[in-house]
């Protein structure tokens, strides 16, 4: 899990953690951010989603925080991804990619180095988004073998 960097509020890191699973990190909080208020945290309340696809042994995760603002686009603030790789060996150049089909043009956030520690690694930051496919994949790295490859498309609006 992340620490608190700059002396973030423990309002400000429970108001954007609500929703959270319980394995998915919160992030910090600058201290230049004033904790929201009630009413705004009424308005907007930000929730997480987990997805995951699993082959040759590997388990990739994603996982989501957005806002959904009524009567606005929902706003996505980060994109986490988490590789589990079992008892297979194979070292931290695996391939991660998030596509969103919900922003024009189409948001790719995308790494070739990606760690297979079992922890949270942030892919990508924050961005609007209207209604379209969404998805990921990855490429786990498999040590002198075959790299297992998995995909989903979940769908075209966030849970």
């Known amino acids: 899990m992340h620490l608190m960097r700059g002396g ?35 308005a907007a309340v930000s929730k997480g989603a987990t997805w995951q696809c699993s082959k040759g042994g590997f388990t990739g995760y994603i996982y989501v925080n957005y806002t959904r603002q009524s009567g606005r686009p929902d706003k996505v603030n980060w994109v986490q991804y988490k590789i589990v790789k079992g008892r297979n060996r194979g070292g931290d150049k695996a391939d991660v990619t998030w ?17 297979q520690d079992g922890q949270w690694h942030w892919l990508g930051g924050s961005y609007g988004r ?24 979940p769908g075209s609006r966030l849970p």
């Open 8 to 42: 973030a509020t423990a309002a400000a890191v429970v108001a954007l953690s609500g929703g959270l699973l319980a394995s998915a990190p919160a992030l910090a909080v600058p201290s230049s951010t004033p904790a929201p208020s009630q009413q705004t945290v009424a």
């Open 130 to 153: 209207g209604g379209g496919a969404y998805g990921f994949s990855f490429i786990f790295d498999k040590y002198h073998a075959g790299d297992p490859r998995c995909s989903k498309t």
């Open 99 to 115: 596509a969103d089909g919900g922003v024009a043009p189409r948001l790719v956030y995308k790494t070739h180095r990606a760690k």
